[in-house]
């Protein structure tokens, strides 16, 4: 299965009925789903659209599926999120509501989760050519968005999310990476990683707050409505483990130390990562000692994702030009959490 195959799927005549055809089956025969469009991502399918009544727009949802051809399990099982979702509701986040969900195929072809669609919009996409573009008072939605994440973090997991399936301690979570990493082939960038992989081990913090993490906690997946912050979306990477991961993953996406000159030129406009740090640290509880860390593992993760979808990429199995992009900063992100993990050896 390749991006190809799921956007094809997404931008299919087949697909748009079942969708039109599951909206009068659960909203009676008056309503109708209109604005049926992808959204893109990268964990499978989603679509948007609009559910009326005759002219009344009654709900705006968003469908997930799993693309066909691909086993249904991790990021892939959409029927992982409905805890997660619920708890963050219950927890009052802003994100994306469970409104409908099946294990029944008869509707899609597969498990569905229906979810409620986000007003507003995200910034423009940092890894394409709009992201010099910007928006306006980032500071300010920056700010907001870490406000959220420290809501986040304070989830009591173990109340919350009893039970669920996604747990990933620190010693699992480099190890996963570098089963990722294994899959590619340059040798220079394995024994990189391996290197960072080994650091990583070697300096790991005593004291490590456990909680939910995004995964992916950065502007791609905000959605503003205005300059309001409506919530955070792409859930499908989230687990149970060492939450301050999030601020370093923040903290690597706009650190101009680990990216090449394709995306230098439109990374003016962004916040630096102190920034982003001094916001959480306001009104988290945990100190951030340990913080380099954390950026380290974030370096890491990102590049050991980049060296086996670089090769899919090169190789036209999965084309996707934003993998040039990373590809030029591999080094750069290995050699930042390098520099991070040297830094705590003394």
């Not at 979810?115 to 910007?134: I, K, T, V």
């Not at 620190?170 to 990476?177: D, F, G, K, M, T």
């Not at 905000?222 to 912050?229: I, Q, T």
């Not at 974030?298 to 590049?303: D, E, I, M, N, V």
Request: hydrophobic share 45%; aromatic share 10%.
């Amino acid at each position: 299965m390749n991006a190809n195959s799921a956007q094809a799927l997404a931008h299919s005549d087949a697909l748009k009925a079942q969708i039109r055809a599951w909206t009068r089956d659960t909203y009676g025969a008056a309503s109708s789903a209109l604005a049926i469009a992808p959204l893109g991502g990268h964990s499978g399918v989603t679509i948007g659209f609009d559910v009326l009544d005759g002219s009344r727009l009654v709900e705006r949802l968003v469908l997930k599926i799993p693309p066909p051809g691909v086993a249904r399990k991790n990021n892939f099982d959409v029927l992982r999120q409905v805890p997660l979702l619920q708890a963050l509701e219950q927890s009052g986040i802003p994100a994306p509501r469970a409104r409908f969900w099946s294990d029944d195929e008869r509707a899609f072809g597969a498990p569905y989760l229906m979810m409620s669609r986000l007003p507003g919009a995200s910034p423009p996409d940092l890894f394409q050519a709009a992201a010099e573009r910007g928006f306006e008072d980032a500071g300010n939605r920056f700010e907001r968005a870490m406000d959220v994440l420290v809501d986040i973090h304070a989830i009591d997991v173990d109340v919350s999310l009893a039970g669920w399936n996604a747990v990933r301690e620190p010693v699992a979570e480099i190890e996963h990476w570098a089963n990722i990493l294994r899959r590619a082939s340059d040798p220079v960038w394995l024994g990189l990683g391996y290197a960072v992989r080994d650091l990583l081990h070697d300096t790991m913090p005593a004291d490590m707050p456990r909680g939910l993490v995004h995964g992916d906690y950065y502007s791609n997946n905000w959605v503003f409505d205005g300059a309001r912050f409506s919530g955070a979306v792409d859930w499908e990477g989230a687990s149970i483990g060492p939450s301050l991961l999030d601020v370093g993953w923040a903290c690597m996406i706009y650190d101009r130390d680990c990216w090449g000159p394709m995306r230098l030129g439109s990374m003016g406009w962004q916040p630096q990562p102190e920034q982003l740090i001094a916001r959480y640290a306001e009104r988290s509880p945990w100190h951030l000692d340990d913080l380099g860390w954390y950026r380290a593992l974030a370096g890491y993760r990102l590049a050991c994702i980049t060296a086996y979808y670089f090769e899919e990429h090169r190789s036209g199995r999965r084309p996707n030009d934003a993998w040039e992009v990373f590809g030029e900063s591999f080094p750069l992100l290995m050699g930042k959490a390098q520099k991070l993990l040297q830094t705590r050896l003394g």
